[in-house]
């Protein structure tokens, strides 16, 4: 059996009417995962849009899935950055600790220890801010949910790669 | 030159006008009036009126894939839409270029649930290849030349362009189809130099060679079953083409084993196993040609030609890919080939002739016949032998018919088998039939049918007799859903649940209502005259030849099972029982 890979995939793309509904549809007819997906305008213009897909796969499912997104109509280029080398990926979290007392204080000294601002507190609760990597921001969490009741607003991953070479 | 300005209708006449289009199937409503009306003031574009949406699909269909031109469609919004999305799925899996206008209610009105209003792109978008809805009066032209050249390039396929009321009476630009330099869809046409120069070494060393054709060879065009041909002379490789390649290659060339597959041919399946190079052209290693797939082939090494890259490593790991057009690919291939002066290993290849020959000489595809029932295989092989002195063009339904069909009918020519592969439509084979017969005049169409097939789109009968167009509907009778109740008595005890075919209309009655000639044969003794008849009588006709209902047709690789492992007779489906894995597969 081949082993599952989880895979990073920025795509340019028209920005137009329906083009997300595509990519997913995509993924969703095919049976393919989406771990997370985030999607904005980023030309001068706004007529090209980037997609950053976090998916996960065997290599053969994964080389299918680059095929057949670049197979899309709309669809400029599609880059793996897990695939083309060093590249950087971030997340941003807004986390709702609902706590007193001691866990409540915990939470604070955790926050800090992680450079997680505080965006919001009452003397029940804290939202924290924390933007990172993906690795980093699911620690966090799992602490956070050992002190309290939480609840998690997640940006979904954006990846670039390392280096001079801009898409 | 100053030309007057034009409404959205009249863009929409011009443009199809301009791409070379000279006949549409459809339907009216009211979200397409316009165009309607702007169709009935000229007479260069042709309209031909079906009797269902799905029927008008089926023969732009029939049309396209006879004739070698985009096949186009015109339907009203909301049901008109969604009645064609069977016949868009059929295109979308068969690679057929189609274009399909849909109407739609006025753009300030979408997403108020108005009259006949639906989702038009949000329905179509997995169903075809790209679709189009059309917001801006000043793209329509545009809009619609794209659609065009997406249709057509790359792995041809389904265009829906869906168009609001209101932008069919506004003042639209016009520009002509020019030259479309589409900014992202550049499908490779060019295959990669080295991959071609290590696919010649390749071929070169192979002891047991198979050429393994598809459908991508017809869709290219006929350049590329010139050279489809040339490469298997070259190569003297035996050959065996899948059901929507038939035609690709000659039937009569002595390196054609037969079809490949579920119901192909003990020496194409035995040769595609054992080979040690398989050199995939324009086929796409469907579950129905590779059986379980951790057991197919597993000594050769494989060669994929394919212009889509998706098909290449989807179902089965090959060793070499080359991404591009077959005609563009096999001409830099031959061409490298004779550069270099290359022969195959003649002696090994001439002692895989010799276990390939002995293979063919289990005549796997014999049948009994007897004097007191027709046999199916018979009917449709006597069909095959007393067209044999015209041009005929072959359209079938879906089931056991269309296998025998595959089977006993030769082809030497593309664009002469028209059946629904991929998607597997019943109710495909009448209104093709249509399609094809408008893109023919003057041919014989027949229209190779199952009578429960025939029930979906029968209205299209009408549609047939309305332009006088002469279609043979030759229903092969055996009064159950064949392949169904084959299925059923091999995998469910024999429980034939709902595929008997109960109360069947008198098709010959049926045939005069509509304004067509019924015949019908129910013994051997009568079979010959029927078809004689059939062919000479001018005008549609419906033949109901009524034949053995409990023949299965074989050779048959029962589900979940190797390509190897087939079975070829009633005697071998008791011994072999299908395994769980099996049982759960289509």
């Known amino acids: 059996m081949s082993e599952i890979e989880r895979h990073t995939i920025a795509v340019l793309v028209d920005n137009e009417p329906g083009v997300l509904a595509r990519v997913v549809g995509l993924f969703s007819g095919r049976g393919y995962n989406i771990e997370s997906l985030t999607v904005s305008s980023v030309s001068v213009d706004a007529s090209l849009s980037r997609m950053t897909i976090v998916t996960s796969g065997t290599p053969m499912i994964i080389e299918q899935i680059k095929a057949q997104v670049n197979k899309l109509v709309p669809i400029h280029e599609v880059h793996d950055l897990t695939a083309e080398g060093p590249h950087l990926e971030r997340e941003i979290a807004l986390i709702k600790v609902v706590a007193s007392g001691a866990e409540r204080r915990e939470s604070l000294r955790i926050a800090d220890i992680f450079n997680a601002k505080v965006a919001d507190t009452t003397t029940g609760s804290f939202v924290f801010s924390l933007t990172g990597k993906p690795e980093k921001i699911e620690a966090f969490i799992e602490l956070m949910r050992s002190l309290g009741k939480t609840e998690i607003a997640r940006s979904g991953v954006v990846g670039i790669a390392r280096g001079a070479k801009a898409l | ?586």
């Open chain 2, 1 to 586: 030159m100053a030309s007057e300005p034009m409404n959205g209708a009249q863009v929409v006449i011009k443009s199809l006008l301009d791409q070379g289009v000279d006949v549409v199937f459809g339907y009216p409503g009211g979200a397409v009036l316009p165009i309607y009306d702007e169709l009935f003031k000229q007479n260069q574009l042709r309209h031909i009126l079906v009797r269902h949406e799905q029927g008008a699909v089926h023969a732009a269909e029939g049309y396209a894939r006879s004739t070698g031109k985009v096949g186009v469609v015109l339907v009203t919004s909301g049901p008109g839409a969604t009645n064609a999305v069977t016949g868009l799925t059929d295109a979308l899996m068969d690679s057929v270029p189609i274009v399909c206008l849909t109407g739609q209610v006025p753009t300030h009105l979408i997403g108020n649930d108005a009259f006949q209003e639906c989702d038009t792109t949000g329905i179509t978008r997995p169903c075809t290849k790209h679709n189009y809805l059309v917001k801006d009066a000043d793209r329509l032209a545009k809009t619609l030349h794209e659609a065009f050249y997406v249709a057509r390039s790359g792995r041809p396929g389904p265009v829906v362009v869906d168009i609001p009321k209101d932008i069919q009476f506004a003042t639209c630009p016009y520009s002509g189809p020019g030259n479309v330099k589409h900014k992202t869809y550049r499908p490779q046409i060019k295959g990669d130099a080295g991959k071609i120069a290590k696919a010649v070494d390749m071929i070169a060393k192979a002891k047991r060679p198979v050429i393994y054709g598809g459908g991508g060879i017809i869709n290219s065009g006929p350049k590329a079953v010139e050279l489809f041909t040339k490469f298997v002379k070259t190569t003297g490789a035996p050959t065996t083409l899948t059901l929507m390649g038939l035609g690709a290659l000659p039937a009569a060339d002595q390196r054609y084993l037969g079809m490949v597959g579920m119901h192909g041919t003990y020496e194409a399946n035995m040769a595609m196993h054992d080979c040690d190079l398989m050199i995939c052209v324009g086929a796409r290693f469907d579950d129905r040609v590779t059986g379980r797939l951790d057991a197919f082939s597993p000594g050769s090494k494989k060669i994929h030609i394919d212009i889509d890259p998706t098909s290449i490593n989807k179902n089965i790991a090959v060793d070499l890919g080359i991404v591009g057009d077959v005609a563009s690919v096999l001409e830099d291939l031959l061409k490298v080939w004779k550069a270099e002066q290359k022969t195959t290993d003649k002696k090994a290849v001439a002692s895989w002739w010799k276990t390939v020959d002995g293979w063919r000489e289990r005549d796997c595809l014999k049948f009994a016949t007897n004097k007191k029932v027709i046999k199916p295989q018979e009917a449709i092989k006597r069909l095959y032998e007393l067209t044999l002195d015209r041009e005929v063009f072959i359209t079938t339904e879906v089931g056991q018919h269309q296998m025998w069909a595959a089977q006993h009918f030769r082809f030497e020519k593309p664009n002469h088998w028209m059946t629904s592969g991929g998607l597997g439509t019943m109710g495909y084979g009448l209104p093709a039939a249509v399609g094809v017969q408008l893109g023919h005049p003057d041919a014989l169409v027949v229209d190779i049918a199952g009578e429960a097939s025939t029930m979906m789109n029968i209205q299209e009968l009408a549609t047939a007799i309305q332009y006088r167009l002469p279609i043979k509907i030759f229903i092969i009778n055996n009064e159950y859903m064949g392949m169904v109740r084959q299925w059923q008595e091999l995998l469910h005890g024999g429980r034939y649940s709902e595929s008997y075919s109960n109360a069947l209309p008198d098709f010959v009655k049926l045939a005069e209502a509509f304004g067509a000639k019924g015949l019908r044969a129910t013994k051997p003794s009568e079979l010959d005259d029927t078809i004689k008849a059939m062919i000479a009588h001018d005008g549609p006709v419906v033949v109901d030849i009524a034949v053995d209902p409990k023949e299965n047709c074989f050779p048959m690789i029962p589900s979940g099972a190797a390509h190897n492992d087939m079975l070829f007779g009633p005697d071998d489906e008791a011994g072999k029982p299908v395994s769980e894995d099996g049982m759960v597969l289509v």
